[in-house]
């Protein structure tokens, strides 16, 4: 066994993952049972095509197995009851008679998969763990490795995940035309969390984690080819390749954090970047413009700056304009200060976040702080600068964060010292 | 998000004057205990928990000159000690609050809850994504 065939067997078998859940599910009607019986037949296709060579129809093979799997576990169950009870009337029969009727080639079978993981009744944590075993394929082992949380614990959630679908009685089929919308709102936020916990985590070169990140491009170019016309689909996945192509300059030798503008944009993406403005351009040309499109286009105009001073912060204002219209988010009304600050210079900046000391929301937040610090910097305000980095440090809850917030605190204390 | 709540216990060796309390009340206090972490274990949200030695026998440990360990202690007047502690993870930080609640609440003497400060950190992370 070649390392190279044993990873084109994992990324097949991650492919396949869906689809076969989706068709086992679709002809058993129970979730629930359907995963577990998918699980032991990825196992046992990692177990045997290495050895025995890929099967002609992978997809059959693996139905096949997992609807064997579930049969004779429900029948092993039906010879349990039929002890206990003696009016047991489940009949095998019916259950077999429905195997190998359904249509082979169910396309949507993914997105419904998708949709069921998203379910709103479920916590945002147990959507994505759902989502990334469930759709993602990987195992539950990998999944709590990335999450930092014991493999029981990671087992358990997803496994009340399952209960809660199971209990809530939602049948695998599509939403209804009316659900859908607000539907796949869930499913994007759901991609975008683990996009993001996998962005953050792979943070610093210490870090061995999984790259969810990478998991999350991945389903979103999936969604995609399923939903080919939603402008927001499309607007994620830019907003997830244009942040992603960055990652490689987030953080310096010793894992510190190094700021956008300070970030040595040769190492960059560019593949990712072109990939992502390329998509952006043409979805924000189709109309029906939405807030991750508007996000996607942000972070557009930051990747194609060639340095920090050719950033084009007046589109970048307009563009946080639209998007504070359309969310009621207190970051974007933060980042929109950000933007004024560089267009109209950091006295126009100050003024705004005043406005946004009220909002509740973002009392006590270090990043108001942190915002305030540089604005005031920049304004030549030295002392409250400094005042305002500290402040920031003492409240942020990320360590390279805080190591930052307190570096430029005492950096500028130095200046203070030493004169101009 | 993941949070560490700290059990605090007041008094040097009060310990909740545990070793007066008649066996039922001490079972009934172990039984909650087991339970309560039962149950965040079953949620999918326990990260890790335990349970922590009378204070009676602890040090404060420094290094000295040579970096070999120069211990101080026992201190039977310190007026808090940490008992044990939890670490979960959660959705939202008013979840950790009502987790921190139920502890708090555990069963004391005739069954009358403790009230315990359960004191609740949230543990340092990864940067956010910048925008």
Redesign the interface.
Known sequence: MTYESEFTHENLLRELTPQVLGAVTRRFGDFGAAEDAVQEALLAAALQWPKEGLPENPRGWLIQVAARRITDHLRSENARRRRETIAADYSIGSIFGTVGSAAENEPDDTLVLLFMCCHPSL????AV?LTLRAVGGLTTAEIARA????E?????????AKQTIKTSGVPFSMPTRDERAERLITVLHVLYLIF?EG???S??KS?QRMELSNEAIRLGRALRQLLPDEAEVAGLLALMLL?DARRPA?SGSDGE?I??DKQDRALWDQGAIKEGVALITATLSKGSIGPYQL?AA??AVHDEATTSDETDWPQILALYGLLKRMSDNP?VAL?HAIAAGMVHGPRTGLDLLKKLDEDERLAGHYRIAAVRAHLLERAGDLDAAVEHYRAAAERT??????D?LLTQAARLSRTRFRGP | MKFMLMMNAPSGNGDWGISKWSPEDLKAHIGFMKTFTGGLAASGELVGAEGLAMPAQAKLVRAGKDRRPITDGVFPESKEFLAGYWIVDVDTPERAYQIAAEASAAPGKAGVPLNMPIEVREVMSAPPVEV
């Open positions: 916590t945002a944590s147990s763990a999450f930092l949380v014991p029981s614990t990671m087992a358990q959630r997803i496994s009340r993001n962005y953050t985590s943070f610093g870090l942040t987030r954090l700021p956008l996000q942000i972070a970051m980042n809850t990320s360590i390279p964060e805080r930052y």
